[in-house]
């Protein structure tokens, strides 16, 4: 499985955006999709959003109408545009490959998490 590394995390305050970027090279030739996931601090990890290999995304009712996942084929980079931040949404964000629909491989879902990119809101 490919090795995802993520990017673009900061430290921003409540109503900022940031834009996240997970790339690895491979993407392109995998069908699999891409998932975003994020976890904080005494929680559990939990999903954000995803692309399928082809384009449709999905997302977490948390985060809905404020984030945006994209995909860039030929980069092998999957971004997620974070708008109007909550501290709320202060977590470490990783990236994976996931099965979004039954026409990806069932294999996807066992590709290696990246090693997280932090993001933190502040009020």
């Known amino acids: 499985q490919v090795q995802p590394v993520e990017s673009g995390g900061g430290s921003v305050r409540a109503g900022g955006s940031l834009r996240l970027s997970c790339t690895a090279p491979g993407f392109t030739s995998m069908n699999c999709g891409l998932g975003w996931y994020r976890q904080a601090v005494g929680k559990q990890r939990e999903w954000v959003s995803s692309i399928a290999r082809y384009g449709a995304t999905t997302y977490a009712d948390s985060v809905r109408g404020r984030f945006t996942i994209s995909k860039d084929k030929t980069m092998d980079t999957v971004y997620l545009q974070m708008n109007n931040l909550y501290p709320e949404d202060t977590a470490m964000y990783s990236c994976?490959?996931?099965?979004?629909?039954?026409?990806?491989?069932?294999?996807?879902?066992?590709?290696?998490w990246g090693q997280g990119t932090q993001v933190t809101v502040s009020s």
């Open positions: 994976k490959t996931v099965q979004t629909v039954a026409t990806e491989n069932d294999e996807c879902v066992y590709g290696n």
